[in-house]
T-cell receptor, first 110, second 109 residues
Framework: DAGVTQSPTHLIKTRGQQVTLRCSPI?????VSWYQQVLGQGPQFIFQ???????GRGNFPDRFSARQFPNYSSELNVNALLLGDSALYLC?????????FGQGTRLTVV | EDQVTQSPEALRLQEGESSSLNCSYT??????LFWYRQDPGKGPEFLFT???AGEEKEKERLKATLTKKESFLHITAPKPEDSATYLC??????????FGKGTHLIIQP
């Protein structure tokens, strides 16, 4: 079975630009969460979606938004990129309490 | 404020030298404690879930235990391929997982 897949794997953006990251959950998983991980830190929770509805939001500015589609895939959007948004963005899917992570998208803002 | 603290930050062991990693938490309403392994540039790999004090889980050379205030990840006779960052996380409610900063483990041949 395929695990959580994320695209793209790497990308470079300029300050002020907008970016969209994509995630496909494990088949049968209806919940998707997004995390940001900066170097040397643990992942930090951004959003959780379940059945296309937002179920939780972390302490991130309104520049961050997300949505979940009928097939349970998800997108994370970040507007007006700042240098500090450079990080590994992780998507996790779950069917219960246990979350399974994808390989992440490495975003570099220059 | 809810907090998850992992220690040590880094640990270097010789192959075969057993040790333990610590995860202490100051949270209320714990719904589960999770251990993950993360290799450089990769996403975290799920290892264990613990739900109640006294619970233990084992997988190969790893054993995780849970008390009311902390969890330990015991590594028995480690091999170089066990080198990674080990992350601890707690689940409280709808706010996703709260992670510690991790323990960077190096196993030298």
């Amino acid at each position: 079975d395929a695990g959580v897949t994320q695209s793209p794997t790497h990308l470079i953006k300029t300050r002020g630009q907008q970016v969209t990251l994509r995630c496909s959950p494990i088949s049968g998983h209806k919940s998707v969460s997004w995390y940001q991980q900066v170097l040397g830190q643990g992942p930090q929770f951004i959003f959780q979606y379940y059945e296309k509805e937002e179920r939780g939001r972390g302490n991130f500015p309104d520049r961050f938004s997300a949505r979940q589609f009928p097939n349970y895939s998800s997108e994370l959007n970040v507007n007006a990129l700042l240098l500090g948004d450079s990080a590994l963005y992780l998507c996790a899917s779950s069917t219960g309490a246990e979350a399974f992570f994808g390989q992440g998208t490495r975003l570099t803002v220059v | 404020e809810d907090q998850v603290t992992q220690s040590p930050e880094a640990l270097r062991l010789q192959e075969g030298e057993s040790s333990s990693l610590n995860c202490s938490y100051t949270v209320s309403g714990l719904r589960g404690l999770f251990w993950y392994r993360q290799d450089p540039g990769k996403g975290p790999e799920f290892l264990f879930t613990l739900y109640s004090a006294g619970e233990e889980k084992e997988k190969e050379r790893l054993k995780a235990t849970l008390t009311k205030k902390e969890s330990f990840l015991h590594i028995t006779a480690p091999k170089p391929e066990d080198s990674a960052t080990y992350l601890c996380a707690v689940l409280l409610g709808a706010d996703g997982l709260t992670f510690g900063k991790g323990t960077h483990l190096i196993i030298q041949p």
